[in-house]
């Protein structure tokens, strides 16, 4: 069945929620009350029902005009990321790629991705947020990345493995902890300074700071809270992948603290892989591809040592 329904007269009724009116819904559309009134009646006598209801001087949703409401929302969503993809698709590669990143990702080869991704398309911008935790998520759920490399997928996404990490928790050598030459416990952390990247997501999770030290640095910056590591200032559980250059320098040393790593998994994950540009789906293959190979170096380093 053809829909009798135009996507002008799912806007009409979108608009009229949205701004707050009908007066209002015209001015936003750059169309006359007229014509805005004239599509929401046109819906209402088409489909047989009652969008609207007038509630002293303001119109307001019937629940069946809630129902059509919620559903004209994803019907216009839908159109447009087709439109977006259609778009995309006619220019080849995208003008800009949004790419959401979990710090924990090793920078290194991130920026060797997209050195390698910028020789075969000069001219797409890349948008890099580096975010921590549910910073991640939020960005894809709010639509604000098309890519994301992320700890953990959120409800209604599809993620692929991408590569394992490890967190260890270390300090400087001359760290008080290294000090007691003995195995740690969790009361000997608690009487030291962590220090913690903040969590960037808008609600953050209390849970995430496993212990409850004494005295507590938060700061926004990964590479901040490194810097204060070797300057001696506390300690923190950090992914290896972020402070090799440190473990094989000396500035950093794990704590003896047995059973404390902590093992994860990073996810590649696409807002929308059904619309995903050229562009979004190169750099897929190329963090695939070059995170395969370096996991696998590693791998191969890791067994010749023993």
């Given at each position: 069945m053809n829909p009798r329904i135009s996507l002008e007269q799912w806007r009409a009724l979108l608009a009229v929620v949205d701004a707050g009116g009908y007066a209002q819904a015209a001015e936003a559309l750059h169309k006359s009350q007229s014509a805005i009134t004239y599509a929401v009646q046109k819906l209402e006598s088409v489909l047989g029902l009652k969008a609207f209801e007038v509630q002293g001087r303001k119109a307001v949703l019937t629940p069946t005009g809630q129902l059509l409401h919620r559903r004209a929302r994803a019907l216009i969503d839908e159109a447009s990321r087709l439109e977006q993809a259609a778009s995309a698709l006619s220019v080849g590669w995208e003008a800009e790629i949004r790419l959401a990143v979990e710090v924990v990702f090793p920078t290194w080869l991130l920026l060797r991705v997209l050195d390698r991704f910028g020789q075969d398309s000069p001219h797409t911008r890349i948008?890099?947020?580096?975010?921590?935790?549910?910073?991640?998520?939020?960005?894809?759920?709010?639509?604000?990345?098309?890519?994301?490399?992320?700890?953990?997928?959120?409800?209604?996404?599809?993620?692929?493995?991408?590569?394992?990490?490890?967190?260890?928790?270390?300090?400087?050598?001359?760290?008080?902890?290294?000090?007691l030459q003995r195995p740690l416990t969790r009361e000997d952390l608690r009487q030291h300074r962590h220090i913690v990247v903040r969590d960037t997501g808008s609600k953050r999770d209390p849970s995430?700071?496993?212990?409850?030290?004494?005295?507590?640095?938060?700061?926004?910056?990964?590479?901040?809270?490194?810097?204060?590591?070797?300057?001696?200032?506390?300690?923190?559980?950090?992914?290896?992948?972020?402070?090799?250059?440190?473990?094989?320098?000396?500035?950093?040393?794990?704590?003896?603290?047995?059973?404390?790593?902590?093992?994860?998994?990073?996810?590649?994950?696409?807002?929308?892989?059904?619309?995903?540009?050229?562009?979004?789906?190169?750099?897929?293959?190329?963090?695939?591809?070059?995170?395969?190979?370096?996991?696998?170096?590693?791998?191969?380093?890791?067994?010749?040592?023993?």
């Open positions: 948008e890099l947020t580096e975010s921590v935790m549910g910073g991640t998520a939020e960005a894809l759920l709010q639509g604000r990345a098309d890519l994301a490399i992320a700890p953990a997928v959120p409800a209604g996404f599809f993620g692929e493995v991408l590569m394992p990490f490890r967190g260890l928790p270390v300090a400087h050598p001359d760290h008080p902890l290294h000090q995430t700071n496993t212990i409850d030290a004494n005295q507590r640095w938060t700061v926004s910056n990964m590479a901040t809270s490194i810097h204060a590591l070797c300057q001696g200032y506390g300690f923190a559980w950090m992914v290896e992948d972020k402070i090799r250059k440190e473990l094989a320098s000396g500035q950093l040393k794990p704590l003896p603290l047995a059973g404390q790593e902590r093992q994860g998994t990073l996810y590649l994950i696409f807002a929308d892989h059904d619309y995903a540009g050229r562009g979004s789906l190169r750099l897929a293959e190329l963090l695939r591809e070059m995170t395969a190979a370096e996991c696998a170096a590693r791998s191969v380093g890791t067994a010749a040592a023993a």
